[in-house]
């Protein structure tokens, strides 16, 4: 039986994958409202944050809001993201050659982007094969100049995680459970450097060695 | 999304959109005709330019005019790898493709050319002189020149174009050119996104629709009055205190006002001039309607700025003061800048 389990959990309540967070997240409204804008109007967007901050997780909200014409790649998984790309595109042909239009392209870890895929996604915005571009990353620094100009202003910040936001998340994922009491939280809080993840990482150990004492008494 | 600001005034896509390929009919001018013409002679060229001044979107243009895919080959200089110069002329058209034999009197652009491969170089000048290559014009942002003599040596030919920005009235006419008259943004606003962006045409661009967007989000419609007659005309363009404090709703009154409410009867009206994005942009000056003659207008101009604005505040943050009328001076458009061809402005 999994910790999680124990506790009356059919899945780990907090769970930090991405597609999982999404549902529940708490603190990213205002950057995912302006995510939405950017995109609508053919931007070139930075979405900037600390590893853990919730960048992934913005962008899958974001992929929920627009449905099939995203392209999602992660540039971890591959730095020349065209193999991603092609696999998900072969159903329109070659990419430059019959090319789908107005594909939003998402692109994670964009500070492992090769340099010919950097190149890649520029020449996809400025042939409209993408009608916008949201690359995620730790930070501008390591990003070519290029690409850059284009985004120009349009950086989103992910904020720190704020107390508000870390209740709100607890709450929304535990549902009608009273595993963790907010001064629990508000303290697990504090330990978390006001990162997202590893706030939920506290969470998960504290949620643990709660199971753990249940174990114990049988 | 209905409630995306460009979309209120009529626009169905972002008029500030900064791709290349967004206004392509933009381009006219004897300076671009002095690229089309190099490329008539069939020569080699070169096109120096910083980042966001135009390269790809005359590049872009370039290919529209000689007839698209099958006359115009594109390449694109990535790093590592090297341009298949060969793959891309046999790729040009089917029937090349199919017999393997290669086209001849191919036209050659070559974008993102500082990162240009000196075996490439050398690949393109072997096309160029045997003729399957009629006219190569590179674009980047930095002339290699010991790079391109040593790889194209005679070859290269043509000139070297170097690109500079807009002047402060060509940058309006930039902006014009895609928005029209629309009162939210004006000419003093763009002067002032053209003095953050220390000239460059996408910056330009960019803080041209924060402007309009901040300014829509918080219900103002107009700045200030817009000039009365055609906005691109080169002489003193004269700004004027905004009409103080129209009573909510009658914001159609007159379109001089400031409307503080996003008073969805005016926006309406506006959607009537402002219909398409897509302006026709011939290679003299646009003549665009001339606004209304506004009697109120005039009497604003000689008010002076003692009483100030009450009704609303425009974001502190855009620095769009009220405090006097602004004489803009006619600048004189400099020989060879590209941006007063661009824009066919009379000299």
């Keep these: 039986m999994e910790w999680f389990e124990e506790l009356g959990f059919t899945e780990n309540p907090f769970d930090t994958d991405a597609a999982f967070s999404a549902q529940y997240s708490a603190g990213l409204e205002s950057q995912l409202e302006e995510l939405n804008y950017l995109v609508n109007s053919g931007s070139f967007v930075f979405v900037e944050g600390e590893p853990g901050s919730g960048k992934s997780v913005l962008l899958r909200m974001l992929a929920g809001k627009f449905g099939g014409r995203v392209l999602s790649v992660d540039a971890a998984i591959d730095g020349n993201i065209r193999s991603a790309v092609k696999s998900r595109v072969s159903v329109f042909g070659y990419l430059l050659g019959r090319s789908p239009r107005n594909l939003v392209a998402l692109v994670d870890n964009a500070q492992s982007l090769s340099p010919d895929g950097f190149e890649f996604i520029k020449y996809g915005f400025d042939n409209n094969q993408f009608s916008a571009v949201v690359l995620a990353g730790s930070a501008l620094k390591g990003i070519p100049d290029s690409i850059l100009d284009r985004v120009g202003n349009r950086v989103v910040k992910v904020p720190f995680l704020t107390e508000e936001a870390a209740l709100l998340m607890v709450k929304r994922r535990l549902g009608s459970s009273q595993l963790l009491e907010d001064d629990s939280v508000r303290k697990l809080y504090r330990k978390s450097g006001r990162n997202a993840k590893k706030f939920l990482q506290l969470c998960e150990e504290a949620a643990k060695s709660l199971s753990a004492e249940v174990d114990v008494n049988g | 999304m209905v409630d995306v600001w460009f979309r209120k005034f009529g626009f169905s896509r972002n008029p500030f959109n900064i791709k290349p390929a967004a206004f392509s009919y933009e381009l006219v001018g004897t300076r671009v005709d002095g690229v089309l013409s190099s490329i008539?002679?069939?020569?080699?060229?070169f096109v120096e330019a910083p980042l966001g001044y135009g390269k790809t979107t005359l590049l872009k243009s370039i290919i529209h005019r000689y007839g698209g895919n099958r006359k115009v080959i594109y390449a694109h200089s990535l790093n590592s790898e090297g341009i298949d110069v060969k793959g891309l002329l046999k790729r040009s058209s089917f029937a090349s493709f199919i017999t393997g034999s290669l086209p001849s009197g191919m036209i050659l652009v070559v974008d993102e050319s500082q990162n240009a491969h000196?075996?490439?170089?050398?690949?393109?000048?072997?096309?160029y002189r045997s003729g399957n290559i009629r006219a190569v014009v590179f674009f980047g942002t930095k002339y290699r020149k010991d790079l391109f003599s040593s790889s194209l040596g005679q070859v290269m030919n043509g000139d070297v174009i170097r690109l500079s920005g807009p002047t402060p009235e060509q940058a309006i006419s930039m902006i014009r050119s895609r928005i029209g008259n629309l009162p939210l943004l004006s000419n003093r606003d763009i002067?002032?996104?053209y003095r953050k962006a220390r000239g460059s045409p996408r910056r330009i661009l960019q803080l041209c629709e924060d402007i309009c967007r901040a300014g829509a989000e918080r219900g103002i419609l107009s700045s200030t009055v817009p000039a009365p007659g055609p906005v691109y005309q080169s002489q003193p363009l004269e700004y004027s205190e905004p009409e103080v404090s129209q009573p909510i709703g009658q914001a159609s009154a007159t379109e001089s006002s400031v409307a503080v409410k996003p008073a969805v009867a005016v926006a309406h009206k506006k959607r009537k001039r402002v219909v398409t994005a897509k302006p026709v942009v011939a290679a003299k000056v646009v003549k665009l309607k001339p606004?209304?003659?506004?009697?109120?207008?005039?009497?604003?101009?000689?008010?002076?700025?003692?009483?100030?604005?009450a009704s609303v505040k425009p974001s502190a943050k855009y620095s769009v003061t009220y405090k006097q009328p602004v004489k803009a001076e006619p600048e004189p458009i400099p020989e060879g800048s590209y941006w007063g061809e661009f824009m066919g402005m009379q000299k």
Excluded at chain 2, 40 to 45: D, H, I, N, S, T
Excluded at chain 2, 291 to 309: T, Y
């Design chain 2, 40 to 45: 008539e002679e069939g020569k080699v060229l």
């Design chain 2, 118 to 127: 000196p075996d490439s170089l050398s690949e393109i000048s072997e096309f």
């Design chain 2, 191 to 193: 002067l002032s996104a």
């Design chain 2, 291 to 309: 606004a209304r003659p506004k009697p109120a207008s005039m009497k604003a101009k000689s008010r002076q700025s003692s009483k100030k604005p």
